[in-house]
């Protein structure tokens, strides 16, 4: 079975490929023995052909995972790759091979379809003639699925599906509201309903709490305890309140903080920010999202600013929220329109090599700290 999972939005692709991994674990291989993952990107074409090859005796079945294949600079590995899975039907390969890449993408229109790699500057690129072969007939396979970033309207749809999964409530309009914050980025996205989830459960754990030391001093505590334990697994809606404490206040202290250190040009509070971050328990590649977003943002404003647009306007053109357009005038002031979007630029390489297993994301974010 040949499976292709592809697109710029890598949350929802690699949620996909968890579940096709859990599935596989569960029917196939319990132990896990049976799944190798290959960084397609730097590979040659003789050891991914012995991976893909490989049998166990214990199993006749096995998972390969190639991931970044499309961000491999040799021109034979997709001549001999596509060739090995035309004819991968006429042999006895019972195996799960699953390619997984952010980098390419479809791109349709009226008249024709793009098949397009983001290069190391973030800009669309036509696919080679090689690459292309191997994309097309990936494309073209019954199990490839494309994962497009989600809309601001279908975000908030997802958002308030997946609160819901995890068996708590909130309304379209609050869902929205979030978005307006935090932007589309789902790994953010997520991060901040664990945030708001756990938030609203120490919340009613607390409550419980003070509760029974109330009721305890009745004669009836266990009778009232009870009723208010029913009461309080009811409360389960998150509210725009509830993430205005949580999720503004991430904001102001993770990107807000780390983005004055840098214009106001102190390299060494910058530095400690970025670190007391890391140690707060927050990823090096969600600091990363955080970063592209915001410098993308104040790119934004900053070119608004310079036409004159009121900072109401700019909410309204931008679809920002006001808080964040508020913020982000005060500190374009201090950056140039050069100097912002050089840094926007470094950002997206930083995250083009991440992405291809090239660079350290923390490293690198301090090596752009000090140079700016």
């Not at 004669?219 to 949580?246: C, H, M, P, W, Y």
Request: contains cysteine.
């Amino acid at each position: 079975m040949l499976i292709f999972l592809y697109g710029e939005d890598t949350f929802r692709s690699c949620q996909k490929l968890e579940e096709l991994k859990n599935k596989f674990i569960h029917s196939v291989d319990p132990r896990k023995e049976n799944i190798s993952i290959v960084n397609g990107a730097n590979i040659l074409w003789a050891d991914l052909n012995q991976t893909l090859s490989a049998s166990s005796l214990l199993v006749n079945k096995r998972m390969i995972i190639v991931k970044d294949i499309f961000s491999n600079k040799s021109v034979i590995i997709f001549e001999q790759i596509l060739n090995y899975f035309q004819n991968f039907h006429k042999t006895q390969n019972n195996n799960v091979v699953i390619f997984l890449d952010s980098l390419v993408k479809v791109k349709k229109t009226k008249i024709k379809e793009e098949f397009l790699i983001v290069d190391s500057t973030g800009r669309n690129k036509i696919l080679t003639k090689h690459p292309l072969a191997f994309f097309k007939f990936l494309y073209k396979q019954p199990y490839s699925q494309q994962f497009n970033c989600l809309s601001n309207t279908a975000m908030a749809s997802w958002i308030k599906q997946t609160v819901k999964e995890r068996g708590k409530e909130i309304t379209l309009a609050t869902a929205q509201f979030l978005v307006s914050l935090v932007g589309n980025n789902l790994w953010q996205i997520n991060n901040e309903i664990n945030k708001l989830i756990n938030y609203q459960s120490a919340n009613i754990i607390n409550s419980s709490l003070s509760q029974a030391n109330k009721t305890a001093n009745n004669n009836n505590g266990d009778n009232k305890l009870n009723q208010f334990k029913r009461v309080g697994a009811n409360q389960t809606i998150i509210s725009e309140e509830d993430i205005k404490k949580i999720v503004r206040g991430n904001f102001d202290e993770n990107i807000f903080a780390l983005t004055d250190a840098i214009s106001n040009k102190n390299k060494a509070l910058a530095t400690r920010l970025l670190e007391e971050q890391i140690e707060a328990g927050l990823t090096s590649g969600y600091l990363l999202n955080m970063f592209i977003r915001q410098f993308k943002i104040l790119l934004q404003i900053k070119q608004a600013v310079e036409l004159n647009y009121t900072a109401r306007k700019i909410a309204s053109e931008l679809k920002i929220h006001p808080f964040v357009v508020q913020k982000g005038i005060n500190q374009v002031r201090c950056f140039s329109l050069f100097v912002l979007k050089n840094i926007t630029n470094q950002l997206i390489k930083i995250d083009y090599k991440m992405k291809t297993g090239k660079t350290d994301v923390l490293t690198a974010l301090n090596i752009l700290i000090a140079k700016i």
